[in-house]
């Protein structure tokens, strides 16, 4: 009877997951796509779309968003893709989707806390990630003109910034920020060998054919005089 029963449980639960359909798996959140239409609404100038689709992807699919005018951004976990564009009321296509604007809380990441009354004046050195290098630059042109935003660097695609909380929600709301997220720690490994690089260097002893360096042929590297 135990068994039976547990077989009942794990035939009622396969069939309540495989009704609720492909999930959107973002790096703050999961949710059902269908669960948020009435939840979020998108602004006037809305351009950036997460488009969530019944069945799997293919490049049908990506081509005919395509050729509707959208530029594609990215692949979203389980069934969906990250498009910008217009999104007209005349838009029709041949496969059935549910279209979510994209909203600027779903780019933050979940170690950054979410702005509140209590740390909107508070400030925070954070990486921001744009789609692509064009977006950047004219994402550091924008950051350029706001006198509390500070850059502190920009290289490719990342831009490492100084703001309050109230000023990176703003900016999250760009069409240009794809993430956002904490400045990583960086640690350099720096190793005391008790003497100096160079003192080694001139160490006679060293021929090149020492324990391990055979194997990868370092004897040759040696012979012909290269040193470093």
Known sequence: MKLQALFSLILVLSSRLSLAGPLVRLQSQTFEPKSMLQKIRATPDQKTWLVSFEKPINEMMKSELTQQGFEILGFIPDQSLLVRGEKKDTLSLSFAADWLPYQAGWKWSSALPSPSVHNQSAYRVVMLRAHSVQDAKRLNSILEKKEKVLI???THQYLVVRASFSD??????LDEVAFLDDLPAFILMNMDLGFAADELAKRSQ???????TKVMNMESAWVEGFRG
Do not use: C, V
Request: charged share 5%; no cysteine.
């Open 168 to 173: 990176l929600f703003a900016i999250s709301s």
């Open 152 to 154: 502190l660097n920009a």
């Open 206 to 212: 060293a021929t090149g054919f020492e324990t391990g």
